[in-house]
């Protein structure tokens, strides 16, 4: 199984999703990344005395400890502007989008859920990017469109206090329930280390504690019940 994770910035791989990915990883299957942001609007480099630049350049280089990390097949960075993605032109990011699912030839593509979890808008905007490609390959490009798109969500007993006011979905939304080991929670942990700036938010936050044992999606246009226990599941 080949699957194809697009999110916005730097971490947001690895703040809950990567448990999910090393156990992918560790059953076969080929995961790929596209990140559209090099994360450089982060305010950890006013802490650093870094622009905007030189901080996109640091985080672009932790990734690549993420990639090794993870045991992705594929990782690609974009540079569209952190925390500029509702102020731009759909269209290009629709583009990027398109192209690399081209490229990857993915049967699963996983984003946010239309809430973006955190309520990020460059969250919010990925949805709807990927959202739009995938239903206009689906039907324009049948012979290279993903086979199903999954949405990466929080359940309702995960919503802990933390930094910020997370949003979950309702259990009859969740779709996928993908249980990990303790071995997927290490690979998840050594992701998160990889970033080094960001250690103080990932403190903070707690994502693999708000997370637990348990990642979970939501299935554009499918309805499970009770969840499955993979995105490949019924494929």
């Known amino acids: ?3 194809l994770y697009i999110f ?10 990567a448990l999910a990915i090393a156990r992918q990883v560790r059953e076969g299957d ?9 994360g450089e609007a982060t305010k950890q480099r006013h802490r650093l005395g870094l622009s905007l630049g030189e901080m996109g350049e640091v985080r672009y ?11 992705l097949a594929g990782m690609t960075v974009l540079d569209f502007p952190d925390s500029g993605l509702a102020e731009l032109d759909p269209r290009p990011l629709e583009e990027a989008v ?19 979890v955190s309520g990020f808008r460059d969250h919010l905007v990925t949805h709807a990017v990927v959202k739009r490609v995938f239903c206009q390959m689906r039907d ?3 012979e290279v469109a993903p086979r199903r798109l999954a949405l990466f969500t929080l359940a309702e007993s995960d919503h802990a206090d933390g930094f910020t006011t997370l949003a979950t979905s309702d259990p009859e939304k969740i779709d996928v329930a993908i249980r990990v080991s303790e071995a997927d929670v290490q690979v998840a942990e050594a992701a998160l280390d990889c970033y ?3 250690q103080e938010v990932i403190e903070k936050a707690d994502p693999l504690g708000r997370t637990g044992r348990t990642v979970y999606f939501e299935l554009f246009g499918e309805s499970h019940s009770p969840p ?3 995105l490949a599941a019924g494929l």
Do not use: Q
């Not at 080929?30 to 090099?38: E, Q």
């Open 30 to 38: 080929d995961v790929h990344l596209l990140t559209l942001t090099r």
């Open 98 to 116: 398109a192209r690399e699912i081209r490229v990857v030839r993915p049967h699963v593509v996983v984003t946010y859920a239309v809430h973006g």
């Open 61 to 71: 280089r932790e990734m690549l400890e993420v990639e090794k990390t993870l045991g």
């Open 228 to 230: 499955l226990e993979s």
């Open 196 to 198: 080094v700036t960001y």
């Open 8 to 17: 916005p910035h730097p971490d947001d791989e690895s703040f809950g999703p």
């Open 1 to 3: 199984m080949k699957i």
């Open 140 to 142: 324009e490009e049948p």
